[in-house]
């Protein structure tokens, strides 16, 4: 039992964490999310305090439930859940009565009702078999093969070296190599062992003596005892119910094999006399790779090359039917043809008929004209051929990469990996990065080769430019970020205030001493925001079509996230151009612009309008304005199937306005705004226009006349387009009307998602 002092000292920190959700302060505050950190440091040091932290988190969850303080109930519940998975001290009384709190929360709605079920689902798990979800958390994570649970995790941290000064990226680079020398695979294959057996026996583990005689086993020895308590967790995790003193006994037996029954006799009596409290087990960080973002191929190739090895791919026959060679980027194989050209003579058939040839060798390029046998024609659903949506199914595996039933695409092929990739910069960054998710969903309607093998998370931490005096740079630069932090307030208070502590972090001096223990205050924000960041947020990607004054220059087309900018050039059309100026035309500021828009109601009735007006310029913006807005562009995930009725544009038109008095014709201008899912925009004077796509300079299109703005459409396979020109005229316009009403949506992992 915890002493009176260390209970109100964890108090405080809780309480400090509550004043900073409940306050209204400005964004990016440096002293924000700090709280949050130093509490979990507390308990990490000194392990015996998790159970009074537990206890104060669930009295302060049960007072918010009571009070209907909803804001505080994310926040804490994720806090407390961050302790179950490290802690070993949680009696079976804590777990119960922190299940029945979830299952209570069930009955509000989303994102509550969500998260609730989640930690439902593990904590069931946890209170059965003590110590599963840091096991897993950890083999998955650190990539340590096992049978029974061969799920892998891994963090791809991307960094535009455009967009974020040399000095961040250095600084982040180290502190990652720093820990990965501290994370070795027998060093966490040990964390797992202790852990799991700690979890299990209580204060009758001699910890003490268990780690020092971990310490001193031969990698064999360490190995088999690693995969002993993973089968012993494992298979009784997986029993439909569990029994608490069955997993004991298993692991009883471990232990005494490791320590012999005397020092395990020694335990169950007084304890380990050398130590007072049992040391502390780190929870390692996850398994991280930087990478600066060079092109949009970039993130497809370093994907490809995390499923590369075929050894660790439980493949089944029907996922090699699909003609996935598309795991080897350079090898491409030729279609055998419809028609049969072989003879049916056994003879005649080449060698190793059965066997696919060498690549460059003259069996590939005969391909094309001959059938080796037969061809057995697999129908798939279009489904199958093209999900949706690169989410996997909720419950634990969404944490751990571990599918459940509903989780396999394909029969007998599950999602054995979790990619994780997390971009950091500006709202730029985040242009890029939608350009490359297109880019990668437009790849698997050919090669199908990620979708059935890797759920994808996408997770965003804003680094902007230190801001300076009178300039408003910055703020342009994070509206994502602004608005990510407003919809989701554990955000704002995690993500957000990472900003200027990263600043902070790479102006300090370097240091080559390796005996100083720094806690990376950057690399556990940015762990913790990975781990408990479950609940997406989904933004609609927008796709354009730009003509040019040049009539040989073939239309443009490119897509959106944010921002599409337009500015009226000083430069005019030749007289052979595509638009010639109207005769009595007044010359004055700005461009005649012509704007066909199906306006959004309300009523959700379609409106379209057609104006002509002059401009000095206009915005389109996909993101609301205000907290009102917050639900526009976006939805809540998983409480509907996405739609485009509530997703709009804002569209803001700097209209001149032209006066004539006595002392002549003057302009004056005024700003005009609506909405709108599709627009259609032409110059009808002699001015060209310049098109900036999401505030990134070097996405301008220069000398436009006319451009088009749209949903960007899910990207649709070949199977699919096939099927629909086998279809009546009326069959396919059903379902061309189907596959319009499925927008590309791109998903940012939050901890919430939206909160309404």
Known sequence: ???????????????????????????????????????HKKVERDPGKCPTLVRILLRELEKAESEDTRHVIIPLLHTLMYVLTKATGITEELHRRTYAFCTRLLTLPAPYCTIALDCAIRLKTETAVPGTLYQRLVIAEQNLMNELYPYQERVFLFVDPELVSPSVCSALLLEIEAAKGQQTPEACMRHVVCH?????????????????????????????????????VEQMASEPSPSR?????????????????????????????????????????????????????????????????????????????????GLLPDR?????????TDSGIERDLPLGADEPPVPGSPEVERAGLQRKGGIKKRVWPVDILMPS???????????????????????????????RVLVMGDDRMLGRLARAYHCLRKRETQKFC??????????????????????????????????????????????????PAIHKLAEMPLTLDTSQTV????????????????????FQIYAVKIFFSDL?????????????????????????????????MAEGPGAELSMCYQKALLSHRTRVVTVSLRATGLVLKALPASDTEVSGPTRCPRTAAPSTDHTCLNVSVTEVIKTSNLAGRSFSTVTNTFRTANILIQSQDQRLLTLLLDKDSSRTYRDVVRFEVTLCPEPCSGTQKSKVLGLSSHQQEMERTKAKAKPLLMPINTFSGIVQ
Not at 7 to 32: F, G, H, K, M
Not at 256 to 281: N, Y
Not at 455 to 475: D, F, G, M, N
Not at 573 to 581: H, I
Request: aromatic share 8%.
């Open 1 to 39: 039992m915890e002493s009176p002092d260390v209970e109100l000292d964890l108090q405080r920190s809780v309480q400090a964490v509550l004043r900073e959700l409940s306050t209204q302060a400005p964004s990016l505050q440096s002293n924000q999310g700090m709280w949050r950190w130093s509490l």
């Open 196 to 232: 799991a057996l700690q979890a299990a026996l209580g204060e009758a583990c001699q910890a003490g003596m268990l780690q020092r005689k971990l310490q001193a086993s031969p990698r064999g020895a360490l190995e088999r005892c690693f995969h002993a308590v993973v089968a012993a």
């Open 245 to 325: 003193e069955g997993h004991l006994e298993r692991l009883e037996e471990i232990y005494c094999s490791l320590l012999g029954p005397a020092a395990a006799a020694r335990g169950r009596c007084g304890g380990d006399p050398l130590q007072d409290r049992p040391p502390s087990i780190p929870l390692p960080s996850p398994h991280i790779t930087f990478h600066l973002w060079t092109d949009e191929e970039q993130l497809w190739k370093e994907l490809m090359l995390f499923l590369q090895p075929r050894s660790q791919l439980r493949l089944s026959a029907d996922l090699e039917a699909l003609d996935l060679q």
């Open 332 to 340: 491409e194989w030729a279609r055998a043809s419809v028609l049969s």
């Open 389 to 419: 949506s690169w989410d996997g199914p909720p419950g634990l595996h969404q944490r751990t990469g571990r599918p459940c039933g509903d989780g396999e695409l394909l029969p007998g092929v599950s999602r054995l990996h979790t990619a």
């Open 450 to 499: 990620l979708t059935p093998r890797l759920s994808l998370q996408l997770y965003y931490v804003p680094v902007l430019a230190p801001e300076k005096p009178a300039a408003s740079r910055p703020s342009e630069l994070g509206e994502v970020a602004a608005f990510l932090g407003r919809a989701d307030p554990w955000y704002e208070s995690i993500v957000n205030t990472l900003c």
């Open 519 to 538: 806690d990376p205050f950057i690399l556990d924000a940015i762990t913790y925001y990975i781990r408990m960041g479950t609940q997406p947020i989904y």
């Open 552 to 584: 040989s220059q073939d239309p443009a087309e490119d897509i959106f996230l944010t921002e599409l900018k337009v500015k009226i050039q000083d430069a005019k059309f030749p007289k052979d151009g595509f638009s010639p100026r109207r005769r009595g």
